[in-house]
T-cell receptor, first 114, second 115 residues
């Protein structure tokens, strides 16, 4: 069975600094998708970034980028120039290609310090 | 704006009293999901629909049922809520793309309190 592990329950970063959130996963599949979702306090979950496993190039979205290491089954999220609005729970998620089911990690709470 | 709407945002029910949570979407997505999320935990998938096809997770209690009368609406029925069912319930949708689906879009959630 596939699993997603986020080993950092909580992280803090100073405003304007860079922070990296870790995620590892376990799968025997070769074709899958990985996601980072952001869930601000009392607000809905939104997609931050998505990575297709068949793509070697790391995905980037403005200040957000990933470090996808397929062999190591690692998928970390880097947030550059952190802003107060980045404070939220961040969930790493996995979906096997050809399926509709997403598997989520336990989340990392990110605090941004002014 | 196209979106996923959940009503109510907050629901209080009594132990054992049936409750229904609703979700609607204007995205015209094929797939709709219901997740249960307890405080500081990962969302736990309860079930999902691909069009009218219902897919129940093996560990979803029988106490939880769902209905999808049309593409736009999906309901979560909790037949006899227990204290352990107090949680945030998230509805999500996604569009079928190729052999899987595109990104999930989430609603704001319904926070259920059981007294």
């Amino acid at each position: 069975a596939q699993t997603v592990t986020q080993s950092q329950p909580e992280m803090s970063v100073q405003e304007a600094e860079t922070v990296t959130l870790s995620c590892t996963y376990d799968t025997s599949e070769s074709d899958y998708y990985l996601f980072w979702y952001k869930q601000p306090p009392s607000r809905q979950m939104i997609l931050v970034i998505r990575q297709e496993a068949y793509k070697q190039q790391n995905a980037t979205e403005n200040r957000f980028s990933v470090n996808f290491q397929k062999a190591a089954k690692s998928f970390s999220l880097k947030i550059s120039d952190s802003q107060l609005g980045d404070a939220a729970m961040y969930f790493c998620a996995y979906r096997r290609s050809g399926t509709y089911k997403y598997i989520f990690g336990t989340g990392t709470r990110l605090k941004v310090l002014a | 704006d196209a979106m996923v709407i959940q009503n109510p945002r907050y629901q209080v029910t009594q132990f054992g009293k049936p409750v229904t949570l609703s979700c609607s979407q204007t995205l015209n997505h094929n797939v709709m999901y219901w997740y249960q999320q307890k405080s500081s935990q990962a969302p736990k998938l309860l079930f999902h629909y691909y069009d009218k096809d219902f897919n129940n997770e093996a560990d979803t209690p029988d106490n939880f049922q769902s209905r999808r009368p049309n593409t736009s609406f999906c309901f979560l029925d909790i037949r006899s809520p227990g204290l352990g069912d107090a949680a945030m319930y998230l509805c999500a949708t996604s569009r079928v793309r190729g052999m899987g689906t595109d990104t999930q879009y989430f609603g704001p959630g319904t926070r259920l309190t059981v007294l």
